[in-house]
């Protein structure tokens, strides 16, 4: 008789449903906001996980730590060779399976992916203009996202979330007209507050659009309707939702700095090189690659898993004079 595994549960009583694997650090855009334009240096080959630790790490985590959705993440995650066999691995596991990508390269493989069991993507974009996306990322792809957008559409991928990180002065400006095309294309347009996380440690607080900004900007052109927030396998979702009113449009804003929800998180996040981090802001790390490769066997794993988990704080105190941005920019870390 197969019994259900003890819950991933910290000294808050905070349950962890929801891991987040990046599968590589590398990335085909500069975003303005998360790289810098030269000199960030990739992870040497041999430090990221292979496919096979990765599948070992995730049937440890569903079958002993009750883990039931997993987001696959990067850098940009449509760089790793063979992607599409390790979905159908993973999809073998019984997870909710999902991606986040910058959305080149999806028209291609789109199909792939689903056949292989992905459930569903999130597409960032931060402009709908090819001059400013050039100016964001350092490079000229933006058709190429449009063109993943409509593929993972058109292969069932769905919903399609399209990411969006509105910055004062850069895309400030095209908030309800990010709205508009994605309730056009049938995407779900969300809007997520900038966080302190790029590799050069430029975060400007006073850039930041706010959650109460965005749904001021959104309030003047619709009315709004709030919606319930529905628990899913993997937990509370992070995203306050809002319909249109009198349309089947709906708005997601995640504002992680202005109103964190860390009091009901239960996000967990494998880095491509096998560290464990409890928090998106975390200041240390657990090597899981370190006791896969040195032969320890699943209980190892799972103790040091837990205690990890043990270790979590309340919240990542960006509001507070005590916050330290991680070592890590987001690109290493994994959405």
Known sequence: MHTAPAPLVDRFGRVHTDLRVSLTDRCNLR????????????????????????????????????????????????????????????????????????????????????????????????????????????????????????????????????NAVPVRGVNDDEIVELVEFAAGHGYLMRFIESMPLDAQGAWDRSAMITADELLGILGARWELEPLRREPTRGGTPPAEEFRIAGTDTVVGVIASVTRPFCGTCDRVRLTADGQLRNCLFATEESDLRALLRGGADDSAIEQAWRNTIARKGPGHEINSADFVQPERPMSAIGG
């Open 31 to 162: 975003c303005t906001y998360c790289m810098p334009a030269e000199g960030l240096n990739w992870l040497p080959k041999a430090e990221v996980l292979t496919d096979d630790e990765i599948v070992r790490l995730a049937q440890i985590a569903v079958r002993r730590l009750g883990i039931a959705s997993v987001r696959l993440t990067g850098g940009e995650p449509l760089l790793r060779r063979g992607l599409p066999g390790l979905v159908a691995r993973l999809t073998e596991l019984g997870v909710d399976l999902s991606l986040t990508t910058n959305g080149i390269g999806l028209a291609r493989m789109a199909g792939e992916l689903k056949a292989a069991g992905l459930r569903r993507v999130n597409v960032s974009l931060d402009t709908l203009r090819p001059e400013r996306y050039q100016a964001i990322t350092r490079r000229d792809r933006i058709a190429d996202v449009f063109a993943g957008l409509a593929a993972a559409r058109d292969a069932g991928l769905a919903p399609v979330k399209v």
